[in-house]
């Protein structure tokens, strides 16, 4: 293993590099944002170029479009595909039942809308974003900018008759000044220390005018590559009820490690 990677991001990257198989040749793949999914694009950067393998990535960030660029795979609009063989992403949380919490990089409305215009999503994660109830980590909603401070009254009151232990939101902000989605969009964080039931959330939540999306991702995720920071990987199939178990070795390269700043 690496003497370079911390134990986590060995971990993401053992993850990514397992999920890069479940890639085939002529495929049109959704590309995911964050740490995470910033190894899988690397990776098959590497098989497009090391190995030929031909497929049309459509990407669901502004900067998971330009990794994708840098290293050489074709991107493409979700027009353009119109349906995907596979979405693969990174998570904020995910549960026994693989639903997850994603948005942790404010990228949750173009990844739900390319992970359900998939065939399967497969999720990659460090072993570390496992959780028995979702909801330690905040929940990020997208909202529009356009009255945010009443959407949010509206979310934060809808909240009472959740199932919820936490109820106050924060905005995002980038620095100084609220952070803006590639939609144009603001995200409220909302702090809920466990969600009872993340299926009816997420309905609710979809219902308050001036929300554009959550980042609970229910039934959508099909299986889950965990990386482990020694190398192990397990791939937990939720359809078929399997769990794969594996171990990868590697070495770092020039071209898969440096530069890597997502
Ligand atoms: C971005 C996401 C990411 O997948 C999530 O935040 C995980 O990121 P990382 O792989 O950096 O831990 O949902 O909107």
């Known amino acids: 293993m690496s003497g370079e990677l911390s134990p986590i991001d060995a971990a993401k990257f053992v993850a990514a590099k397992r999920a890069a198989d479940f890639v085939e040749d002529g495929m049109r793949v959704g590309l995911g944002t964050g740490s995470t999914a910033a190894w899988l694009v690397r990776c098959l950067g590497e098989l497009v170029r090391d190995n030929g393998l031909r497929i049309?990535?459509?990407?669901?960030?502004?900067?998971?479009?330009a990794l994708a660029r840098d290293v050489g795979i074709d991107v493409i609009g979700l027009d353009e595909a119109k349906w995907l063989d596979i979405t693969i992403d990174g998570a904020d949380e995910f549960n026994g039942d693989l639903n997850l919490i994603k948005g942790g990089g404010g990228a949750l409305l173009q990844e739900k809308i390319v992970?359900?215009?998939?065939?399967?999503?497969?999720?990659?994660?460090?072993?570390?974003?496992?959780?028995?109830?979702?909801?330690?980590?905040?929940?990020?909603?997208?909202?529009?900018?356009?009255?945010?401070?009443?959407?949010?009254?509206?979310?934060?009151?809808?909240?009472?008759?959740?199932?919820?232990?936490?109820?106050?939101?924060?905005?995002?902000?980038?620095?100084?000044?609220?952070?803006?989605?590639?939609?144009?969009?603001?995200?409220?964080?909302?702090?809920?220390?466990?969600?009872?039931?993340?299926?009816?959330?997420?309905?609710?939540?979809?219902?308050?005018?001036?929300?554009?999306?959550?980042?609970?991702?229910?039934?959508?995720?099909?299986?889950?590559?965990?990386?482990?920071?020694?190398?192990r990987v397990e791939v937990r199939d939720i359809n078929g009820g399997t769990v794969e178990r594996d171990k990868l070795d590697f070495v770092e390269t020039d071209n898969l490690f440096s530069d890597l700043s997502d």
């Open 56 to 65: 049309k990535g459509v990407p669901t960030s502004t900067r998971t479009a």
């Open 115 to 231: 992970a359900t215009a998939s065939d399967q999503m497969v999720v990659i994660a460090d072993i570390g974003k496992e959780v028995e109830h979702l909801g330690s980590f905040p929940l990020p909603i997208e909202v529009i900018p356009f009255g945010w401070q009443t959407t949010q009254a509206l979310v934060e009151e809808t909240l009472i008759s959740m199932d919820v232990l936490g109820r106050n939101s924060t905005l995002r902000m980038n620095g100084e000044v609220p952070f803006f989605t590639d939609e144009g969009n603001h995200i409220l964080d909302l702090h809920l220390a466990r969600i009872g039931n993340p299926r009816q959330l997420a309905l609710v939540l979809n219902q308050i005018p001036g929300v554009v999306e959550n980042g609970l991702f229910i039934d959508i995720c099909d299986a889950v590559v965990v990386g482990f920071g020694d190398g």
